[in-house]
Nanobody, 123 residues
């Protein structure tokens, strides 16, 4: 059974950094695309970043602007999202999701989702 568990969400001040983790189990980690999405209150869920093909493919949302870095640890079956220079607009629940195949930010192609982790950026 596919399972994804996010962690690392916290309260941060503008300009600070956070690292989110997505622990995956139940499927061949290196044969899936793992994506981070986020959903702010009252807004639609949007794609943040995605990694596939054992890290050879990485995709970022336009709003990331070089601030976030996605990486994977095959030995730990975990995907990380390093978020630097956080802005209040980054406040959202962050979800990781998995699909077999290439990266995409189209939510309908992701059948497996984690429960989410809250990131709040405020002074």
């Amino acid at each position: 059974q596919l399972q994804l568990v996010e962690s690392g969400g916290d309260l941060a001040q503008p300009g600070e950094s956070l690292t989110l983790s997505c622990a995956v189990s139940g499927f061949p980690f290196n044969k899936y695309a793992i994506a981070w999405f986020r959903q702010a209150s009252g807004k639609e869920r949007e794609g943040v970043s995605c990694i596939a093909y054992s890290g050879y493919s990485k995709t970022y949302g336009d709003f990331v602007k070089g601030r976030f870095t996605i990486s994977g640890d095959n030995a730990k079956n975990t995907v990380f999202l390093q978020m630097n220079n956080l802005e209040p607009e980054d406040t959202a629940v962050y979800y990781c999701a998995a699909r077999s195949g290439a990266c995409t930010f189209s939510r309908q192609y992701f059948a497996s989702w984690g429960q989410g982790t809250q990131v709040t950026v405020s002074s």
